[in-house]
């Protein structure tokens, strides 16, 4: 009775990445499901040191703390209730962690529904691409985006570019041994960082790229084969932006003219010459930084409370111009620095200190496991990375269906932390 549940659990488990794509209802639901059903089943085994951890004390610290703010400094409804069911994240990274401990094949099925969920959105991606219509009969986007089986919601890169490192960890982890298979699952790797492009999300596009230099650097065994992939695929890229110039102008083009940094030749050589202003990434971007962080000046300590910033923005004191209003400021920093003030902040950086300093370990460590364990840890650290790093615009931080995604490889990592410090054999 007990194998069924944990089978049971874990087989849950693998599929959030499929149901990610289908919506974040059911994604929602059947990852907290598991946080709760297999917490209690944790304490009933009297499993008590999953718990009594740094990462779980510092989770529990962060959370009492969106309560308080929520609850005593900024009530408001919807703060108090991102606020108080946020716990079931913290529970799923100890759940995950439990559950590979359990199921040693657990790693293995989340890597065979990546498999099929990628081979689905690249396939269905190109289909898109080239007859302006998927498989379920989604247009393409008006701007030209791909977005696949995400139909409105233009979040196939941002999708595509978190799970990456994971699935290639995954890869090199289960066919290290089977160099035939894992050239085919290279084939996949390429075609999924053309569709990062071709879907316009720029943010995913940068994420793509930090995580493979991130690999390429740091990992042991496997450099060549990530460098051959990232090498190809920007060919690809290159090829497509000269044929279908329309990607470029949304990548390239815009971003530059977005940012001010310069502008289309025109012959009024006294307008051309004019200074143009500046913007951090976008004028639209930039408004929502500043009047993120009048919020943190006049709210310095809490700021202005989980989800506030779409409710106070336009006010006279925080309002920069028309532009200045969003559902949150598209920078995980400063729209912590305005909701939550410095303390959520520095809790947050604080995360981001610590896996830039197990990153430059990895960079000097001469040690590493001749079962890949090593490599695929640094690819489970890249991903992390991607939702910790500061410098580009985000979604919102407080939003469920990212939060699954910032939350997932913390599991893992967890987990293939404490193998590493064992030296344990593994197998899967």
């Not at 962060?62 to 309560?67: C, E, Q, R, S």
């Not at 791909?146 to 090199?172: H, T, Y």
Request: hydrophobic fraction near 50%.
């Amino acid at each position: 009775m007990e194998n069924k549940f944990i089978k049971t659990q874990s087989t849950l488990l693998s599929l959030i990445p499929f149901l990610l794509i289908i919506g974040p209802f059911l994604a929602d639901l059947i990852f907290t499901l598991i946080s709760l059903s297999v917490s209690i089943y944790i304490f009933k085994k009297k499993k008590f040191e999953y718990f009594i951890n740094k990462f779980f004390i510092f989770f529990l610290f962060f959370y009492i703390y969106l309560l308080l703010n929520s609850f005593f400094i900024n009530f408001n409804l919807d703060s108090v209730k991102i606020s108080f069911f946020y716990f079931r994240f913290g529970l799923f990274v100890i759940c995950f962690w439990f559950l590979l401990n359990q199921d040693r094949k657990l790693l293995k099925k989340i890597f065979f529904v990546l498999l099929i969920c990628f081979s689905l959105l690249i396939i269905d991606g190109y289909i898109q691409f080239y007859f302006e219509k998927n498989l379920f009969g989604f247009s393409i986007h008006e701007s030209k985006r791909v977005s696949s089986f995400f139909n409105d919601e233009l979040i196939l890169g941002s999708f595509l570019s978190r799970l990456f490192p994971i699935f290639f960890g995954l890869a090199i982890l289960i066919f290290n041994k089977n160099k035939k298979y894992l050239f085919l699952i290279s084939i996949i790797f390429i075609l999924t960082e053309v569709l990062i492009f071709l879907s316009g999300e720029r943010s995913a596009l940068f994420y793509m790229n930090f995580s493979a230099v991130y690999i390429i650097i740091l990992i042991k065994k496997f450099k060549v084969l990530r460098l051959v992939t990232l090498i190809l695929s920007l060919i690809l890229i290159i090829v497509l932006s000269q044929t279908y110039p329309k990607y470029k102008e949304r990548i390239v083009d815009q971003t530059i003219s977005q940012m001010g940094i310069t502008s289309k030749s025109i012959e009024n050589k006294s307008i051309e010459n004019k200074i143009s202003e500046k913007f951090v990434f976008s004028k639209q971007h930039t408004h929502h930084y500043i009047s993120a962080i009048k919020m943190f000046e006049i709210n310095p300590i809490f700021g202005v409370g989980v989800k506030n910033f779409r409710n106070l923005c336009s006010k006279d004191q925080y309002m920069i111009s028309e532009l200045s209003c969003s559902t949150h400021p598209h920078n995980t920093y400063i729209q912590l620095l305005a909701e939550t003030g410095i303390i959520g902040f520095l809790i947050i950086l604080l995360c981001f200190i610590y896996f830039s300093f197990v990153s430059i370990k990895y960079l000097f460590s001469k040690n590493f496991r001749e079962d890949n364990l090593f490599d695929f840890q640094v690819c489970i650290t890249s991903a992390i990375m991607i939702s910790l790093w500061p410098l580009v615009p985000t979604g919102n931080f407080f939003n469920n269906w990212l939060n699954i995604i910032y939350f997932y490889p913390l599991g893992i990592y967890l987990w293939s932390n404490q193998i590493l410090k064992k030296n344990k054999n593994i197998s899967i």
